[in-house]
């Protein structure tokens, strides 16, 4: 079944890490890698995070431009992207930014183990896609959203949905922004948690480019069996 271009857009210290070993958010980014952000969620049909980052962060996955969202409303598009959650267990508070900022979609992916009365709440503010017995079918759901239209998705992690994505084969390339500071910290998440591959199952990478970028390196990869 077909599923969506996918790319992961991340940033992370120069010892691999994404926020702090307590999961608090660290300004990585630079600002011209925050505008760089800014014109991926514009160009993308959907932006995916999952429910970690959600707890942790609070974001509104907007686009943060006046120009870029004018220019998604001139070519018949809401002003953001379809902004989507994975999210088991239905967790999501329903005050999140995700569902008080910005106009647009939102879509609430859950596993049948959400408690139904969580489920129905969420449906007031969001499209809630069920797939999955204890956690998301990320490969069925990722058909579902090319079946719905969604043919270019960004992914902004967080370490967990990350690694779900790439194990389950449906990333096609990895951008990485690497800051110049230093997280530390043996339980920091980093850009790809999860279980981790055995030796024989390591995806092999293509390396798109490497640019350095303010005062970091900005990489991109295609992940080969994409
Ligand atoms: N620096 C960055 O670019 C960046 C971007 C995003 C998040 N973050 C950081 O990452 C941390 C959040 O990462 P995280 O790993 O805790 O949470 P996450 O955002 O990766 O969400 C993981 C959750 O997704 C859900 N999920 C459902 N189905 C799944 C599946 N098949 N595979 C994997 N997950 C599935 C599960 O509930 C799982 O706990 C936060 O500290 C946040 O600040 C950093
Ligand atoms: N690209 C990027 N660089 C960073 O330095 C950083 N800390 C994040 N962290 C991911 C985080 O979840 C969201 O990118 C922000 O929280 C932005 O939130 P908005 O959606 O703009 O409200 N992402």
């Known amino acids: 079944m077909p ?14 890490k994404i926020s702090t070993r307590q999961r608090r958010q ?12 800014d014109e991926l969620r514009a160009s993308s ?10 707890l942790a962060d609070d974001p509104s996955l907007t686009v943060k431009s006046d120009g870029r969202r004018s220019e998604r409303l001139e070519k018949g598009l809401d002003e953001n992207p379809v902004r989507i959650v994975v999210d088991s267990k239905a967790r999501i508070p329903t005050d999140a930014d995700i569902f008080m900022k910005g106009a647009g979609k ?8 959400a408690a139904f009365d969580r489920v129905e709440s969420l449906r007031e503010n969001a499209m809630v896609i069920m797939v999955g017995g204890d956690q998301v079918d990320l490969s069925e759901l990722l058909s579902i959203l090319d079946e719905m239209g969604i043919h ?8 967990g949905l990350n690694w779900g994505l790439i ?5 096609d390339e990895i951008y990485s922004f690497i800051g110049n500071l230093i997280i530390g910290g043996s339980t920091a998440p980093t850009l790809i948690d999860g279980d981790g591959f055995d030796e024989a199952d390591i995806p092999a990478c293509s390396l798109i480019s490497a640019e350095k970028m303010e ?6 990869w295609k992940l080969k069996s994409a």
Not at 3 to 15: E, K, Y
Not at 167 to 171: E, F, P, Q, R
Not at 215 to 220: A, I, T, Y
């Open 215 to 220: 005062e970091g390196v900005l990489l991109k």
């Open 106 to 113: 939102r879509i609430i992916a859950v596993s049948e183990s």
């Open 45 to 54: 049909d959907a932006v995916m995070v999952g429910i970690g980052t959600v």
């Open 3 to 16: 599923t969506p271009f996918t790319f992961i857009n991340a940033a992370m210290s120069i010892d691999g």
């Open 26 to 37: 660290v300004r990585i980014s630079g600002d011209v890698d925050f505008e760089r952000m």
């Open 152 to 159: 270019r998705l960004m992914v902004e992690g967080g370490a």
């Open 167 to 171: 194990k389950n084969g449906l990333v």
